[in-house]
């Protein structure tokens, strides 16, 4: 109890004296577990094929807020980046954006088939990635190569395949809507990821900047793509339903 104690204060001392990374998983957690509230509490206010998104939103910031809670003491307590953690919580969360993506598409149309290839896509991007962020400065490249192709299939998919053929054949306003930020979020707010990786050592940007700055480029990506598009989706959910009263 006394060594816990005496590690959460050291831990607080850090957060106050203005360790960045600190403070961005402290706020992570917070602004992860506000959402995560505030997405379920939200259910009750849309129509109801909106429902199921607004409650995938709500799991993916809610087991995000569990994460953070651990890895913002593990990083505390290490001064290491919580890799491990961080992968565990990414392995469940990249999954549910798809399941995300597809009830997007659904009333339209999608087929589970379609759900089944970005799954099978994101989760290996995720394995090669974590493979290579463990694996060392010599391979680290060719893992992030070889995840950066499941990463684009994924983005191959959202602009040309079967999500993107659904939306164009949908011809309705809200969905366009939707597909429009999506592509948005998939090729700018994913983005940040690859970057990020990009300053493991021996990687192309590891002069640029230093190591631990990995977290910093995950945190801000974890909440723009994890809240920022739950956000989005509320909002034509919101839209559509009052649209739907009126
Ligand atoms: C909520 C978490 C999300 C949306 C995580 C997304 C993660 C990625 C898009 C990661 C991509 C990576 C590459 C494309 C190459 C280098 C390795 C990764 C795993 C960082």
Redesign the pocket.
């Known amino acids: 109890m006394e060594t816990l104690l005496t590690a959460d204060l050291v831990g607080l001392d850090k957060i106050i004296n203005g360790d960045p990374i600190a403070i961005t998983f402290f706020i992570g957690y917070m602004a992860m577990f506000a959402s995560a509230v505030f997405f379920f509490m939200e259910r009750g206010s849309v129509d109801g094929k909106w429902k199921m998104s607004l409650l995938v939103s709500g799991l993916?910031t809610g087991i995000?807020a569990v994460h953070y809670y651990y890895m913002r003491d593990f990083y505390l307590e290490t001064g290491q980046s919580p890799t491990a953690f961080r992968y565990v919580?990414?392995t469940l969360?990249?999954p549910l954006?798809c399941v995300e993506f597809y009830l997007l598409t659904k009333p339209f149309g999608a087929k589970g088939g379609t759900l089944f290839k970005l799954i099978v896509a994101s989760l290996f991007?995720?394995v090669?990635?974590f493979i290579?962020e463990t694996s060392g400065i010599d391979s680290n490249i060719m893992w992030?190569v070889l995840?950066?192709l499941?990463?684009l299939y994924i983005v191959y998919e959202v602009f040309f395949g079967d999500v993107a053929k659904l939306a164009a054949a949908s011809n309705s306003p809200a969905l366009g809507r939707a597909m429009f930020l999506l592509k948005i979020f998939i090729t700018l707010g994913?983005s940040i990821?690859?970057i990020?990786?990009m300053v493991l050592p021996g990687n192309l940007l590891s002069g640029a900047f230093e190591v631990s700055s990995i977290d910093l480029f995950y945190n801000l990506?974890?909440a723009i793509?994890?809240i920022g598009f739950g956000l989005v989706i509320y909002s034509v959910a919101i839209a559509e339903s009052n649209k739907a009263k009126a």
Do not use: E, R
Request: negative net charge; without cysteine.
């Open positions: 993916i995000a919580d990414w969360t990249v954006m991007m995720l090669t990635g290579g992030g995840s950066t499941g990463y994913w990821y690859p990020g990786y990506a974890d793509n994890k």
